[in-house]
């Protein structure tokens, strides 16, 4: 049998694997159960907190091949949570697949970005500070995101893919209970966010590359329940408004859909070939690096370590305790989110001396008051309490798991020197 042949065979059958797991609801249930000094208060209301939880067990073939095993708790795709900053993973994702399949001799990711203004409410950006050389590039949005999750920086890169490229894209890769419809931190309207502004990338003074404003006609439509919430809530003048805040025609990012990316990001090589993310292997580095990195470590961008301590980013398994001190053995790769009183995170665990994966995905809300955009939420109280509990005990559980075949996770060890880190 012709081997290109065979290999495809296989790569079909790893990827028939996948798709066909099914998830087991009881499992994570009885764990939470088996801890109520943990876990009684999220168990006792699970809808008033909103809580939604995604664990996937990785076990390795004797090639290294990773094969999955999930678990869930109260999953239901389509009962609405606010994302948050979780919609700026793909979106980077698919600004890089968007510079690749442009194929413009010299456009690359650290391209120089100038970015226009010609409607309502957009703002032209031609300068970046925190870069080495002071100009705007994907690749550097790009770190801003995964490192801090910065607004500015996801909101460049949805003007570059456009509203109407995004969700196509979501579209393509089966993501169909998720939509990204808005920027985020500038107010924008059901209008403005149709629009996207003019860019244009130069290399060494020249203009490699010019896309004009964008208007994205199309509504996204998802079968949603939960768009009603709480009681009250504060208007764009900070009146309070007695009625109960509406969340349609807001992004949406469901727990299914957020794995999932994390699992073609992550593992491409189970995927067949059209379903996996257009990305090269500087990408790959790229992505893989600043979403384990810590901001402490990062030079370009710099940042205080007093408003973005190390484990800032990781509230699976650290929680918001500015003294924890970051595991040496253990990296992160994920993409959080917090807003309007929900905690998400979507995360890749690595131990590289004990030989741990997981992948681990969770939601979980508090509003006391029912009151929303007052930024009254118990994060400290509830949330980070909750993602910190989650993310131990299942790393305990996969520390004391045992496995035929350890994995070889020499992949993820990522440089976190040198001046384009």
């Keep these: 049998m012709n081997l290109k042949y065979l290999l495809t065979i296989v790569t079909c059958l790893i990827g028939f694997d996948l798709y066909a797991q099914k998830t087991d609801s009881l499992f994570l249930e009885n764990l939470f159960k088996s801890k109520p000094e943990l876990f009684s208060g999220i168990l006792n209301h699970p809808q008033k907190n909103q809580v939604q939880v995604l664990y996937t067990q990785i076990d390795r073939d004797k090639n290294n091949i990773p094969h999955f095993k999930t678990f869930s708790y109260n999953l239901d795709d389509h009962r609405y949570f606010f994302p948050a900053s979780t919609v700026k993973l793909p979106t980077l994702i698919f600004a890089l697949e968007k510079i690749n399949e442009l194929k413009i001799p010299e456009l690359t990711g650290r391209s120089t970005m100038i970015t226009g203004a010609d409607f309502e409410k957009q703002t032209q950006a031609d300068t970046d500070s925190s870069a080495q050389n ?41 993501l169909n209970t998720s939509r990204i419809l808005n920027r985020y931190a500038v107010k924008d309207t059901e209008m403005t966010s149709r629009h996207t502004n003019p860019i244009k990338f130069f290399n060494k003074g020249k203009i490699i590359y010019s896309q004009p404003g964008k208007y994205d006609a199309a509504d996204y439509p998802i079968k949603l329940d939960n768009l009603i919430m709480g009681k009250a809530y504060l208007d764009s003048s900070d009146k309070l408004v007695y009625k109960p805040f509406n969340m349609a025609n807001r992004n949406a990012f469901s727990m299914t859909d957020q794995q999932e990316v994390m699992k073609r990001l992550i593992f491409p090589e189970v995927f067949p070939v059209k379903d996996r993310f257009k990305l090269n292997a500087e990408d790959y580095r790229l992505i893989y690096t600043f979403m384990s990195k810590y901001p402490t470590e990062s030079d370009f961008p710099k940042y205080d370590p007093a408003e973005h301590w190390a484990t800032s980013a990781k509230f699976l398994f650290y929680g918001s305790n500015k003294n924890s001190k970051p595991d040496p053995d253990i990296r992160i790769f994920n993409k959080y989110g917090d807003s309007y009183g929900f905690i998400i995170d979507n995360a890749y665990f690595v131990d590289f001396e004990n030989k741990v994966e997981f992948l681990l995905t969770a939601v979980v809300q508090s509003n006391e008051d029912e009151i929303y955009n007052d930024g009254k939420y118990e994060y400290e109280e509830v949330c980070y309490p909750f993602m910190r509990n989650l993310g131990q005990v299942i790393y305990q559980l996969e520390l004391a798991r045992k496995k035929r075949y350890l994995p070889d996770l020499t992949k993820f060890r990522m440089d976190y020197t040198g001046s384009n880190n």
Excluded: M, T, W
């Design 134 to 174: 002071g100009l705007p590039s994907i690749e550097h949005y790009i770190k801003k995101v995964l490192l801090v999750s910065d607004n500015d920086a996801y909101n460049r890169l949805y003007e570059f893919v456009g509203r109407a490229e995004i969700n196509q894209r979501l579209k393509h890769y089966g």
